[in-house]
């Protein structure tokens, strides 16, 4: 079983920058891949970022070029950089695991989900 807690939401500035964190617990974490997804209002959810176990990642393309996930085992952590803050980037973020090791790139491919939370970008 694995747990997952997000942390760092909040409101900014379009053009602003902000890290949320995906704390995991569970022995596997180092095997696991990891996903962060978002929701908007009316909206389905949708693939941000993956990283693999090893650290290989995939960008929705909305995103390429201003945000970078990152992962740290040692401190069973996932992290999403969003940088370059747009207001369509408003929603609420998710941390999600994959009982696997290689990308995942729809939501049904990940085992595991935080609660979320909120992003806010304002104009």
């Known amino acids: 079983q694995v747990q997952l807690v997000e942390s760092g939401g909040g409101l900014v500035q379009a053009g602003g920058s902000l890290r949320v964190s995906c704390a995991a617990s569970?022995?596997?974490?180092?095997?696991?891949?990891m996903g962060w997804f978002r929701q908007a209002p009316g909206k389905q959810r949708e693939l941000v970022a993956a990283?693999?176990?090893?650290?290989?990642?995939n960008y929705a393309d909305s995103v390429k070029g201003r945000f970078t996930i990152s992962r740290d085992n040692t401190k069973n952590t996932v992290y999403l950089q969003m940088n370059r803050l747009k207001p369509e980037d408003t929603a609420v973020y998710f941390c999600a695991a994959r009982g696997g090791w290689s990308l995942g790139l729809n939501a049904d491919d990940y085992n595991y989900w935080g609660q979320g939370t909120q992003v806010t970008v304002s104009s």
């Open positions: 990283i693999t176990s090893s650290g290989l990642t």
């Open positions: 569970g022995p596997t974490f180092s095997t696991n891949a």
